[in-house]
């Protein structure tokens, strides 16, 4: 499978320079194939394929107003026809009805204000790792890069990202090799809660960070200096970016916390199972800020690849599954309950704690829905020797 390994850069002002100059002519080859392609559909005529695209940025290199697109490499110019050829195929695809989930978008303008911004290189660029740890680039320079682990492989394509609190890195992407690992006697069913993040099927529980509520104090006080600063000034692009900073702060913390998380997990179970919460929905309550600060997706995610690429099995059960009102003892469905009830009793005698409740059934329900998709659950059945088989039964040998 391929994977994407990031890694902090810290290019020269110099490099800095070339880059912002490299993220200004892909935007702007973005924003003019997506400007032909909506004057052609609001013409009336065929839609612009990327051929078209890609010869018409060649021949605005020799125009004046655009011969600046020759200083950067041109193959971060065609990635950029191809960021927008992906996001029409998947609007496309949205509104068809192909692609599930949520609804896709038409393409938009992207702003030279955002504070992201990324050009991709491919093998063609001819980008090169050296040996003394810079990363080569064309028309930028060899740029630092701090190697936090070795690259399993060579790489396919490297990002540059530049984020929203003025940080580099260099994303990589690469055909991972790992094998299994030794198999596992134990499997789990994880209940994600808020009080308790996870709650596992062995009873053990783990208690919830809450990296956005401890950063809570800071981050008031950076967005109450901001709200002071005058629009366009240079003291509010100042603010602006220490703001970034403390939320990429958060944001790294709990990324990192998660990952040692999931690792512990799918390194110590041979299969993992976990409610499908509709964290979309969650997120219009009144619990917004707390569903937000658990990051539920980016940790279930995070299961499903890492369990893919070790060779565990990962499973989703149905959101609708009442995993907390059905006693893992006997089977039985209670009616609702409210959510300051932890413990109750059910009428077959059994006392439960209503996470580790949860998580017993979500274990239960997801062993089942792995046999119903296709696991072996009784013997197959043996072909009969040529001279037993028979389509009628008065045809059967004597003796049978």
Partial sequence: M??????????????????????????VVFNDGLRVRQQAREAG???VTDAELSRQVTAAKLTPERAWLGEVSSVVLQQALADLNTAYRNFFA????????????????????????AIRFTANARFKVLDNGRLRLPKIGDVPV??????PAMPTSVTVIRDAAGRYFASFVVQSSDGPLPSAASEVGID?????????????????????????????????DLSRKQRGSRNRKKAVVKVARAHARVADTRRDWQHKLSTAIIRDNQAVYV???????????????????????????????KAARYGRTFGRVDRFFPSTRKCSDCGRVTDKMALNIRVWVCPCGS??????NAARNIRAAGRADLNDRGAQIRPA????????????????????
Avoid: I
């Fill in 2 to 27: 391929l994977l994407r390994y990031n890694y902090r850069a810290y290019p020269t002002s110099v490099q800095q320079q070339a880059l912002a100059r490299a993220f200004g002519c892909a935007r």
């Fill in 45 to 47: 005529l065929a839609y």
């Fill in 94 to 117: 949205s509104v068809s009805g192909k692609r599930k989930g949520r609804t896709v978008a038409a393409p938009r303008f992207r702003s030279r204000k955002d504070n992201r911004q």
């Fill in 146 to 151: 701090r190697w936090s682990r070795t690259l």
């Fill in 192 to 224: 994600l809660g808020l009080t308790h993040f996870a709650v596992m099927s062995d009873g053990t529980k783990v208690t919830a960070p809450k990296f956005l509520r401890r950063a809570a104090r800071k981050l008031k006080r950076l967005q109450q």
């Fill in 275 to 305: 409610e499908d919460l509709c964290v979309s929905g969650l997120g219009r309550t009144r619990l917004a800020k707390s569903v937000h600060d658990a990051g539920w997706a980016q940790f279930t995610a995070m299961l499903e690849y």
């Fill in 351 to 356: 006392h439960h704690d209503r996470d580790v």
């Fill in 381 to 400: 059945p043996v072909p009969a020797p040529r001279r037993e088989t028979v389509t009628r039964r008065e045809l059967a040998p004597t003796g049978m």
